[in-house]
C-alpha cells in the first residue's frame, strides 16, 4: 500500500456462527523473510542511490555493525541533549542559540544510508505486499529501480504495495533508503526525544518480510478478550486490490498456541469489499473455559482468520488489565496485581560501545527477558523512551511479563527554557494510531504510555482521545505529569530522593540540607514532589534511586558528586557497588511496603553505559548479562513476593539499648502466607547476638506491620540487623531485610 498510514474503519456487519469441527488452517498467504546481510552504502544527497556497494550489515540491526564500518555512524547531537548539557555547563549557550528551529548537530559527512538486498519472488498472485517493521530514520523504499513509496515514522512498521514492480518467480532487487540521523526528517515527524541520549543510531532495527497473496487481502485482524463472556471480538480490516467489488466469507477459529488443539467453532460472516476499498468486519468468537493468560502461567492461543484469498494467524493470550481510581490498584484478570520489575532504555543501549547485535541475539534476549527478570521476581517492564522489536514483545508474552509501552517522547516542563517542546498533533495521532495497531494483539502490552516526564496538555485533551478508542480492550494510558486522559487512568511518580545530594551545592554552600536513609523512618509513601500530576488516580512508580554507577563502578555524569559526598574517604570501586546496591534495596523494600503505589519499577535494567552516559545498568559483563553481585544479592531480597521492610536506618546503636522496631510485611501473591519473623543481629563473623521471633499471617494480596522489641549487643562492634521473614512453604528460601549498623559503647556515646 503506498499510502504512508493506516486507515482504522470501526465498522459492524451481520455475522453467523457455525459449529462445525475443527478445520485445517488454509493456507493462502505466502510469507518471505528478507532478514539478513544487506549491503549497504552512504551519501550526502537524497536522491543519490550508489551504483555499487561497498558495505555490508545486518537487517535487523543498526548500521554501525557494518562491514568494513563507516567513520562517525551515529555521531549526532540533538536539541535536547545539547540543552541538558547547556543546564549543566557542560555546552555553550551561545552555540546552542545558533541552532535556531534545527533538530539538532551532525557530525557526519553523511545524510542517507542505502540498503540493498537481492531475492528470489514467490509464485505469482494478485497482490505482493513489503513489511519494514521499523526503521529510522525513515524509509524509502525502491523495487527493480521502481520508487514504491515512503513512511516517515520511526517506532511503526511501514507496509508498501510491491504488486506493479516485482518480478515473479524471479530474481528482484530491494533498495532502501533510510536517514542517517535524524535531521533529514520532516519538521512535523517524531524523531524521538530523549534529553541524555548521546549519539542516535540509523538501522532497520526490525523484521523486514514479503507477503503475496490474493483479494480480498487480510490488512489488520484485532482480538480483544472478553473474559466476561468467555470469547474474543476480532476485528478484522479487508482490502481490495482490484478495480471490482469483491464478495468474500470472512472465518475464525480459535486454537491453542502449542497443542494447536481447537478452542472454539468456526465463525463465519459474508462481507463485499467494494474496489479499491476497505471493509472492516467484527466478529465474536465464543471460547468456553478459557484459560487466563497471567505473567505466572503465560497460556496463548491463537485466531485462524481466512478468506478465500488470504489468511492470517494472529497469536494472543486471555487476559484483561485495567486500574481503578477508587482502590488505586491495578488489576488483572479482576484480581489486584502488584507490578515489581524495572526499566529497558532500549534506544539508549543502541549507543552503547558494545551493543553490537546483541538485541537480536535470542540467547542473549531469553536470559535478558526471563531467566533473570525471574530471578529478581520481576513481572514487569517499562521499555522506556522508545520501542523494542516485535521479538522482545513475543517473549514477553510466551514467558509472562506486563509491559508497560512508552513512545518516545520526553519534552520535560515549560521552564526548561532552552528546549520548548512542541509536537504536531495531527502527526501525533496518525503515529500512535499505527504503533497501537503494532502492538494491540500483545498479552505482555498492558499499558500505553504517551509521555515520560513532560508536560503537554494536547496529549491528554486530543491525542490520547482521539486514538483511544482504536484498543478494542481499552487498555489504561499512563501521560507522564498530565492530567490522567481517563477516569481510571495511572499516573506515573519519580522519586529521586538522592537528587539534591548529586546534583546541589553542599548545605555549607548554601544548598538544602541532603535526603538521608532515616528521613525514611517517619514517611508512610511518596515524598513531597513538584511534578507528579496531584490526582487520587493509581501511581506507578516506575524510576527512583539517582544512584546511578558506569559498569566499572565510575559514577555517571549524574552521580560524580554523589559518592564523594556519601562515601568520604571511603570512596572505592567496591564500596560504591555495595552502597548503591545497599540504599537501592532499602528504597525499593520501602516504596513497597505501604502500598502506594500499584508498581515499583526500577531505574534502569539496560541502557548505555560510558563516559558520557548521565546513567547506566547493573551489568558487570554485558555479553553474558551476568549483574553486578551486589545488586542482585540486593534485588532478590527487595523484591521477593514476601516482602519486608524493616523500618530502622540508624548508623549507630548504644551497646544493649532496648528498642521497639517496626517491620512491615506485604504478601503481592493472591494466597495466604504464613510462617516465622525474626529480627536478628548478626557480628561480623555470622554469630547471632541477640534475636526475637514471632509469627506472621499475611491474607492474600495483604499487609501487615509487626512491632518488636529487642535489645542491642552487649558487646561494641559491626553488625548485621536483619528481620528475616520464613514461610512455612518456603523454608529455604526467606526474605531478609538488612541493615548495617555499629554498636558503640554507651560510655564512648556520652
Request: hydrophobic letters at 40%.
Amino acid at each position: 500500500m503506498n499510502s504512508r498510514r493506516a486507515i482504522f474503519w470501526l465498522m459492524c456487519c451481520g455475522m453467523a456462527i457455525f459449529t462445525l469441527s475443527a478445520a485445517a488452517e488454509k493456507e493462502h498467504r505466502t510469507t518471505l523473510s528478507l532478514d539478513g546481510q544487506w549491503d549497504v552504502e552512504d551519501s550526502t544527497g537524497a536522491n543519490e542511490m550508489p551504483k555499487t556497494y561497498h558495505h555490508t550489515t545486518p537487517v535487523p540491526g543498526l548500521t554501525h555493525s557494518a562491514l568494513p564500518a563507516f567513520p562517525d555512524v551515529d555521531q549526532y547531537q540533538t536539541r535536547q541533549l545539547l540543552s541538558n548539557l547547556v543546564e549543566q555547563g557542560r555546552y555553550d549557550k551561545a552555540e546552542y542559540d545558533k541552532l535556531g528551529d534545527a533538530r539538532g548537530i551532525s557530525h557526519q559527512q553523511r545524510n542517507y544510508f542505502w540498503y540493498r538486498k537481492t531475492f528470489q519472488a514467490p509464485a505469482q498472485e494478485e497482490v505482493a505486499l513489503l513489511k519494514v517493521n521499523k526503521a529510522q530514520f525513515s524509509a524509502v523504499v525502491y523495487l527493480n529501480g521502481m520508487r514504491i513509496g515512503e513512511h516517515d515514522p520511526c517506532f511503526t512498521a511501514a507496509y508498501f504495495d510491491v504488486t506493479q514492480a516485482i518480478r515473479w518467480n524471479a530474481m528482484n532487487e530491494l533498495v532502501i533508503r533510510i536517514g542517517a540521523h535524524p535531521g533529514v526528517l520532516p519538521a512535523n515527524v517524531s524523531q524521538g526525544t530523549d534529553f541524555e541520549k548521546n549519539r542516535w543510531t540509523p538501522g532497520i532495527y526490525d523484521d523486514v518480510s514479503l507477503m503475496a497473496m490474493n483479494n480480498p487481502v487480510i490488512s489488520t485482524v484485532q482480538v480483544a478478550p472478553q473474559l466476561a463472556s468467555s470469547s474474543i471480538l476480532v476485528q478484522t480490516e479487508l482490502r481490495n486490490y482490484t478495480d471490482h467489488a469483491v464478495t468474500a466469507t470472512v472465518e475464525q477459529q480459535a486454537f491453542e498456541w502449542k497443542s494447536r488443539a481447537a478452542s472454539s467453532a468456526i465463525v463465519a460472516t459474508q462481507v463485499e469489499v467494494p474496489a479499491r476499498g476497505a471493509k472492516t468486519v467484527t466478529q465474536t468468537v465464543p471460547m468456553p473455559k478459557a484459560h487466563l493468560w497471567t505473567p505466572e502461567d503465560p497460556f496463548l492461543y491463537q485466531v485462524a482468520t481466512s478468506t478465500s484469498g488470504d489468511d492470517v494467524t494472529t497469536r494472543f493470550g486471555m487476559r484483561e488489565f485495567r486500574f481503578d481510581t477508587v482502590t488505586q490498584r491495578a488489576y488483572l484478570n479482576g484480581r489486584p496485581y502488584f507490578l515489581r520489575g524495572s526499566n529497558i532504555t532500549l534506544h539508549r543501549f543502541f549507543e552503547d560501545p558494545d551493543v553490537g547485535t546483541l538485541p537480536w541475539d535470542e540467547a542473549w534476549l531469553h536470559r535478558l527477558l526471563v531467566e533473570i527478570p525471574k530471578q529478581l521476581h520481576w513481572n514487569a517492564f517499562r521499555f522506556c523512551i522508545g520501542p523494542v522489536p516485535d521479538r522482545w514483545l513475543e517473549i514477553a508474552d510466551e514467558n509472562g511479563l506486563l509491559i508497560q509501552n512508552e513512545y518516545m517522547v520526553w519534552v520535560g516542563h515549560p521552564s526548561w527554557t532552552t528546549y520548548q517542546g512542541s509536537y504536531d498533533t495531527k502527526e501525533m495521532i496518525a503515529e500512535y494510531s499505527e504503533w497501537m495497531r503494532d502492538n494491540w494483539n500483545h498479552p505482555s502490552v498492558a499499558i500505553w504510555d504517551a509521555t515520560n516526564e513532560s508536560w503537554l496538555p494536547q496529549f491528554t485533551s486530543t491525542i490520547i482521545p482521539a486514538v483511544r478508542n482504536l484498543d478494542l480492550s481499552n487498555r489504561p494510558w499512563e501521560n507522564s505529569y498530565n492530567s490522567p486522559a481517563g477516569a481510571d487512568d495511572p499516573v506515573e511518580d519519580h522519586q529521586y530522593l538522592f537528587y539534591e545530594t548529586a546534583m546541589g551545592d553542599a548545605p555549607a554552600k548554601g544548598g538544602q540540607r541532603p535526603f538521608q536513609m532515616t528521613d525514611l523512618e517517619s514517611m508512610m509513601g511518596p515524598a513531597p514532589s513538584g511534578s507528579t500530576s496531584k490526582t487520587g488516580h493509581a501511581m506507578i512508580l516506575n524510576e527512583y534511586g539517582w544512584l546511578w554507577l558506569n559498569r566499572d563502578g565510575t559514577p555517571t555524569l549524574l552521580t560524580q558528586k554523589l559518592y564523594p559526598r556519601l562515601l568520604g574517604d571511603r570512596n572505592t570501586t567496591e564500596n560504591r557497588f555495595a552502597l548503591q546496591a545497599y540504599l537501592l534495596g532499602g528504597e525499593t523494600e520501602f516504596w513497597r511496603a505501604y502500598r502506594r503505589y500499584a508498581g515499583v519499577l526500577h531505574f534502569v535494567y539496560l541502557t548505555a553505559s560510558d563516559p558520557k552516559a548521565f546513567t547506566s545498568d547493573h551489568f558487570s559483563d554485558l555479553k553474558n548479562l551476568k549483574l553486578e553481585p551486589h545488586f542482585q544479592k540486593a534485588m532478590e531480597e527487595a523484591f521477593n513476593p514476601l516482602g519486608v521492610y524493616l523500618n530502622f536506618w540508624q548508623p549507630s546503636l548504644n551497646t544493649a539499648e532496648p528498642r521497639d522496631y517496626t517491620i512491615a510485611m506485604v504478601n503481592d501473591e493472591d494466597r495466604p502466607r504464613t510462617g516465622k519473623l525474626r529480627l536478628v543481629f548478626t557480628d561480623a563473623a555470622g554469630k547471632e547476638a541477640a534475636a526475637e521471633e514471632e509469627p506472621f499471617s499475611l491474607a492474600p494480596l495483604g499487609a501487615q506491620s509487626y512491632a518488636m522489641t529487642l535489645k542491642a549487643p552487649a558487646a561494641p562492634g559491626e553488625y548485621s540487623l536483619q528481620a528475616i521473614a520464613t514461610a512455612e512453604d518456603e523454608l529455604t528460601h526467606p526474605t531478609i531485610s538488612r541493615r548495617d549498623v555499629t554498636v558503640r559503647a554507651a560510655a564512648a556515646e556520652k
